[in-house]
């Protein structure tokens, strides 16, 4: 691991970019050390720097966490390619003409998930071994990657997902397998989720602590105190 550039900012936290091997990455930490370390999962295209992961960040680092975000491949400043390009469009026009998408989705995020989830892997061993990051490790974002890496990595004691209508079938059939405590976050006017299969992916899941919060509002409506209410989360298991 490759530390690119650091700032300290206006709360303390220092902000660091780096890169492994191909990967780049954000690592935000707090003054305190060893702190436990959360993984921020954003969905498959959005940059690493999109102002709503980091203001989560941000205030997960605030409150005592190192927090660690990496680009997907093909996503965010990686190179992208052709066909990852093409099935993002076509998987946009089918959503905005209505139109069944589950055969692009499963063809697109599928195999990006089994592409995403060694990277976390390999991200996160690099991680541990800094004197400034201690475990328990939890994980917050993206539920097609967050589950996956619940069921092989043993080192994740829990985990925030996002949404969730949209889970390519070999997540939905490992949900069972997620045991570890669970914050599912679902906003109930998702346009790009469909609700009754979050809420029946959550029903699936294994765990037996495992809490559902839907709110009103759109896929960029989460209210500001899920802030909170996560940040006592993981609090409860991570410290």
């Known amino acids: 691991m490759q530390f690119t550039s650091e700032q300290r900012l206006d709360d303390g936290v220092l902000e660091r ?6 990967i780049p990455g954000t690592l935000w930490t707090p003054g305190s050390a060893p702190a ?5 999962a954003h969905n498959n295209g959005l940059p690493k720097g999109e102002p709503r992961l980091v203001a989560r960040a941000r ?9 660690a975000a990496i680009d997907a491949p093909g996503g965010g400043d990686r190179p992208r390619s052709a066909a990852a390009e093409q099935a993002r469009a076509d998987l946009r026009r089918a959503m905005q003409a209505g139109e069944p998408v589950d055969e692009i989705f499963e063809s697109f995020i599928g195999p990006l998930v089994e592409k995403a989830v060694p ?3 390999t991200t996160l061993d690099a991680l541990l071994s800094l004197p400034e990051i201690g475990g328990p490790v ?12 619940a069921v092989v990595e043993p080192r994740i004691a829990a985990a925030g997902f996002f949404a969730g209508g949209y889970v390519p ?3 939905r059939e490992e949900a069972r397998q997620v045991t570890i405590p669970l914050l599912f976050l679902l906003q109930w006017d998702d346009e790009g989720n469909p609700r009754q299969r979050a809420l029946d992916l959550f029903d699936a899941f294994g765990s037996k602590e495992k809490t559902l919060h839907a709110n009103m509002g759109g ?3 989460t209210p500001w105190f899920e802030l909170e209410d996560g940040g006592r989360f993981y609090d409860r298991h991570l410290k």
């Open 169 to 171: 079938r070999a997540q």
């Open 17 to 22: 970019e780096f890169t492994l091997g191909e």
């Open 119 to 121: 990277e976390w892997r």
């Open 59 to 67: 205030h997960c680092a605030a409150n005592g966490y190192a927090v």
């Open 36 to 40: 436990p370390l959360i993984l921020m």
């Open 219 to 221: 896929h960029v409506g």
């Open 138 to 149: 939890g994980y917050s974002g993206w539920t097609a990657v967050g589950v996956r890496l």
